[in-house]
């Protein structure tokens, strides 16, 4: 019986590949796929989870879009990284379906409700609608396997000096979250940066000939840009979403330390860092599992591997 | 037509009083209670609410309890100002009926997504459904009137030197809430701490023979116990919620000043403040119509008006 | 014997005066004058002292400039109040002498080490001197009477919604004054917003014959410019610093309370405000004599008569 | 001509040896030695210095005690780490001479005044002196060359999950050095915990036959015992504090970044945490040189070879 999961997306190159591998998985059962603000505007992400899934030939997931601003914040988007679409580079069709009538809420709501296993969430955008949902359905916390999560860090920032970008857009969602007592997997930074994808690797998938393979090396020829101003020290682009679906699949690829984590919302320098105890210096109870190695080789070949499935007869 | 309004309460004497005076008015239709956790935990005020509605036979008013905490923050209850039931002092039937099966969020969406008018809300309690309501459902915003809420204060506190009480529960509802653009109508400390009810107000509405009235003296007898400590240098009772009733029908009894108001969730001190440019000092917008005086005696007897409505026949 | 004080001010037209009434008094000696940065730049505020000073004849009085700027802020003005020179409005003398070589922070310790009696400090600008003088001077605690002070209010603000000038502009150093365990007195907003000065006082003052009363007259012109905006709801001038001299001279004009009052530093939007325990909700012991009424008619009769004093022979 | 210094300590193990270290250099002129109050009370880490002092007959350097405690907060004491006495291990003699009379700053202002070239300090303990002394002379800042400080991190901490000791102790005063202007390189816990010492570098230390080696070989030993904890994955002990006369005479062994470093006041988790614009994602200007690595072989060297000045004739 497959993994019943949820994808709450922000697409974004990273979250659209993160779609690609999930759903080629037969070990994963996509129930639905929401989406949130974050690297664009609330609706050229849900047009782009429309846009994937058209490429994919996958209209039977339903869609719905999700809060279109954070909690008690304005919007920051995240252009610079993921262009004007929020998914520039590669041709995509247009949305061949339309969302549900549903709020993003009320899909995952109904859908947790009424499966039978517990359902793991994975969101790799900002947390405003996990953030909302389990606020508002307290009555279902039980039916929620886990929060396998794409943000934060144990000490490093991409956004600001101490906050990665999806923390730092709601922090207060973000709060929520860690506070609710649902088990939490967080792929931060400290994992992310070691998922670096090398320009060989991108060719490695561009020889796949599917299309949701060459979807994926274009959508990498453009997350390179950014990544390779010298500053980062970089030798190729961290994959981050992606480490959620790698995680749910091949945990075997990482290393994870169960810590405490707390969200700064009040800091002047600090808002959105999650602070990680790593050292066991608060001497508060585990809120997540941390990742913090990753084995960067086998990674590069579980999404090798995973894009040949899309070779297969379906 | 009557002007359809939700009431979002934490039962609460003054909670109480403030459905008693809703529900004697013709001018009003109360679509909805819905209940959030403050005076007392969240079973305690929803069992509170389903009373007061089988005390004045209104098994007809759909009830729906909320979120059992704030959004980010533990619990924090009144029962030194109303007592270990929440509603201590007269003697109330056990609930006649039961809360209906959805979540709050899910009643108040459905109510004003049902109503032809645009939809009041009037919260009494910490601002927790309210918050999610609006963050969860943006498609229903042009659906709400406007938030007459009680809460908050400019410049006085009653539960910390800077915070009233239904705000201090839950800043980062209360943030949110004031940052969502629906139109709010502000019942804060300046006005409700003017709002006081004497010994032989009491007395005039334990005149009134009918069941409402008798209920409602009661629980002023009890109300009045907390306020008497000479320190807060009251007559009587600050009746704090049933103002906003009062600014429903009888708008005449107060002055109000449109007034940037927004909420302090990060202070060492001041968190849960409601901060109130009185005197325009930042250049922001208004956010709030904010109540500073109040007609005692109009209100009073605008009170036991609407108390006598229970003697009618139905 | 007379009262040793020592004032430091940011003149301003409010210090001016005050330091025009505390020079009036046989009761009070002033063994130095220090400048501080607030409502001007920090050379203004020590030239403006030295001019006052000048006129009044009184070169015996050892003035030493202050911290140039905040302890961790930049520096903020008041010019919009007291005009390009700090002091606009009257014809002053240039300086006919000038400051001490040393710092104000010590020429402070100097004279309090060598006064016999405890000394009193009557900061009436942003408290960076009297923060830094009690800092690193702990062993001269003990010779410090009190801190007679002008600043802060019990819930409202003069220049944020939340924050009077003075503690705005360095609430880190007040909130190091407010926890140093020397005793205060706080003159804040609640009662200078009393102690309102009409255009029939200032006439009465112009009234008196000698160059201080024509001074105090000229900077009252000046001042009241300002705060003739009827958004503040005023009919003359709050005369903000002199009430800290009444208060030492004329205490039986004020009513006071006991009360902790913590200083904010870190609130999104209440930052430097003091906060003022009224109502014992804290259960925090007292940290200061708070000032909330003032006999105005007392007051300016108390003006009138200390000018009255520059007309007899010295 | 040797480099004009102050050290400002708490001494504390690794100030002890940072002084040991200090005063073995003909390349250093320590012209005061003053005390914070951090790893121990203000009491007992003055006696320290002045007890290490006596070991080494250094009765002619003038030592002074500074602050009790921090600008805003009440002092926060490493005897977890440090012991008892501050210094607990090795048998020291009671000191053979007394502080000078006057406090840390007036020392601090006087031996800067008075001396013929720019004067390094280099605190190793919380910065409150040091703030004080920059706040109360700016007159002074010209001649202070730069501050040399052990303090910090860049991710992590070593108190709470975000902050180290020194910082953490006293984040208001880290804040004001911060933002001084004047130039500061900062050796934080990115480099110290790569400074370890490790049982055969103590055996290496002891076996020189001097009195201040042995007394480095037993404040090692008993440093150790905190150090060997697993959780922190160290093989030795980090020499926090020595790195700074390290970098003063060797730099060569570190590599150094200059970045945009901010003092986290007001966070919930945050406080007391170094923000280190490592990326340069704020575009503010670089306030610190950050040393991020140490080539520990050749820092063991560098001790050894000072403790064996202590051999020399003097
Ligand atoms: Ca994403
Ligand atoms: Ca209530
Ligand atoms: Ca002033
Ligand atoms: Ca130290």
Redesign the pocket.
């Known amino acids: 019986m497959p993994r019943p999961i949820i994808l709450d ?4 190159h ?2 659209a590949i ?1 779609l690609i591998l999930a759903l080629s998985a037969a070990e994963l059962e996509v129930l639905a796929v929401t989406t949130s603000a ?2 664009q505007t609330p609706d050229k992400t849900l047009n782009n989870a429309l846009r994937v899934l058209t490429l994919l030939g996958r209209h039977d997931i339903p869609v719905a879009g999700g809060a279109p601003k954070p909690l008690a914040r304005e919007l920051i988007i995240a252009d610079n990284v993921h262009g004007e679409s929020g998914l520039d580079g590669p041709k995509l069709p247009d949305p061949a379906f339309a969302p549900v009538k549903q709020t993003a809420i009320e899909l995952m709501a109904e859908k947790v409700r009424a499966c039978e296993q517990a359902v793991t969430l994975v969101p ?2 900002p947390l405003t609608n996990i953030a909302l949902f389990l606020a508002a359905h307290p009555e279902l916390h039980h039916k929620i396997d886990s929060i396998v999560l ?1 943000g934060g860090a144990a000490g490093i920032g991409n956004w600001t000096p101490a906050a990665e ?2 923390i730092f857009v709601d922090p207060e969602a973000a709060d929520m979250v860690f506070k609710s007592g649902v088990p939490i997997v967080m792929c931060g930074l400290d994992v992310t940066h070691q998922a670096q994808i090398m320009d060989e690797d991108i060719e490695r998938f561009r020889a796949i000939d599917n299309p949701a393979a060459q979807c994926v090396a274009e959508l990498l020829d453009f997350f390179m840009i950014y990544h390779r101003d010298p500053k980062w020290g970089f030798s190729g682009a961290p994959l ?2 992606p480490c959620t679906i790698a995680w749910l699949l091949k945990p075997e690829l990482f290393t994870a330390i169960d810590c405490w984590v707390g969200i700064e919302t009040q800091g002047e320098y600090t808002q959105g860092m999650t602070v990680v105890d790593r050292y066991q210096l608060t001497g508060k109870p585990h809120t997540a599992k941390v990742l913090f190695e990753i084995d960067r080789e086998g990674f590069v070949g579980f999404i090798a591997s995973q894009l040949k499935e899309y070779s297969k007869a379906r």
Request: with cysteine; aromatic share 6%.
């Open positions: 997306c922000d697409p974004g990273d979250d993160s974050g690297n790799t955008g794409m970008f999806n981050h979403d």
